[in-house]
């Protein structure tokens, strides 16, 4: 009767933290048409600030984003993956060979990438839940997508930059950035650390509250790697950080 109980407990337990970290889906409009948005469980408080998660370029089919969800809801945040990479691009960067080429698709999509997260940054401002504060998350190209977004604008409360920085000739134009935290893999040979350091002098040029986190032996999927120390620790530290500055 003892296994049994522990069973049920057990089963319990997995179905609570599945229902959890639930993704519900809603459609938020923008200038170029609606966006799919996916939220990700509902922080247990009154007031629960907002982070938008923007994905790389294979987007959010890796299960390791349920657990991030589940990382912030306990922090005290509501998590929303942004699909601002549709599946149309999904498809053309999968399948384009050459990193000129996908770099390319990537400057003509940009402006596009950015007014869908300018949009949904809006819609998540006007949300009374969230009292206002809306922090982003943005990994590789999402990353990149992220910062170009967050450039000169006061919409966006805190931003954490994963593996991955500004576009080309973006950094050229930052005038205005929100406390920023980097978060780096030494070994990440996409995006080498170097990236990640002059990004830091950046902040630090323009008096942003800028904190570079570097996981030794970190490649660049670092952070999507499910169960590893490496992730585990740089999640906590990304709701933490964001936590931080949207209370």
Known sequence: MRHIAQITVLVVLSLLST?????????????????????????????????????????FGAPVYDEIGQTFRTAGLNTYLVHVL???DLDVIANTSGASTRIAYYADRLEGWIS????????????????????????????????????????????????????????????????????????????????????????????????????EGGAHDFFLRSGTENASAAHQSAANYLLRWLQ
């Not at 409009?29 to 922080?43: A, H, K, L, M, Q």
């Not at 998540?124 to 969230?130: C, I, R, S, T």
Request: with cysteine; aromatic share 4%.
């Open 86 to 88: 549709n599946p149309t």
């Open 19 to 59: 229902a959890a970290s639930a993704r519900d889906s809603l459609s938020v409009p923008t200038p170029s048409g609606e966006i799919t948005v996916e939220r990700i469980g509902d922080c247990s408080q009154a007031l629960c600030p907002a982070v938008m998660i923007l994905s790389g370029s294979r987007g």
């Open 116 to 215: 869908d997260v300018d949009a949904v940054a809006a819609y998540l401002k006007e949300q009374p839940q969230h009292g206002g504060r809306v922090g982003l998350l943005g990994i590789s190209l999402g990353a990149q997508i992220a910062s170009a977004a967050s450039v000169s604008r006061t919409d966006i409360d805190a931003l954490v930059l994963v593996d991955g920085g500004f576009p080309s000739g973006y950094s050229r134009h930052v005038d205005i950035l929100p406390p920023l935290l980097l978060i780096w893999g030494s070994d990440d040979h996409t995006f080498p650390l170097s990236v990640g350091m002059a990004l830091e002098g950046i902040a630090q040029q323009i008096g942003v509250p800028v904190t570079l986190d570097v996981y």
